[in-house]
């Protein structure tokens, strides 16, 4: 199982807040590694027990210092606050869809990301009560 680095970061601009989850990029495109698959999500992954749907937008991939940063985004483009980090264990990864299940600080998730149009892909989340045991018998 491939195991990725995956960071969520609040972003405040001016004109809105939202959340960017990034997560290493395991087949880069054009071999550009250390880049990070990004995307733009209106809501934050929460640890309620109620699998979660939202549409979410792909955008470029980022720097891989964002793994790390937090702090003000250049050119005025806001701030970033990290809100959670850990492992991505990544089950299935194809252009259209992408499935993992995600463990941050203090909660897991099983996701499945599809592609549904040009620019939006939605998102399925569910939290792992027992995460831990799913990826030990692995």
Known sequence: MLTLQ???????RASDTHYDWLFEHPRPPGGAVGRLVTFRMGLCFTGGW?????LVRRLPDHRRAY?????????GRGRVLRVGR?????RLWSQSR??????LEKH????????VTASSW???SCV???FRSVIDAS
């Open 67 to 75: 793994l790390t940063y937090q702090g003000p985004v250049s050119g």
């Open 6 to 12: 995956t960071v969520i970061l609040r972003h405040t």
């Open 128 to 130: 792992m009560p027992a």
């Open 86 to 90: 850990g492992f991505a264990y990544v």
């Open 50 to 54: 109620a699998p979660s749907v939202q």
């Open 108 to 115: 897991a998730w099983a996701i499945e990301v599809k592609h």
């Open 122 to 124: 939605r998102v399925l």
């Open 98 to 103: 992408i499935v993992m299940e995600m463990e």
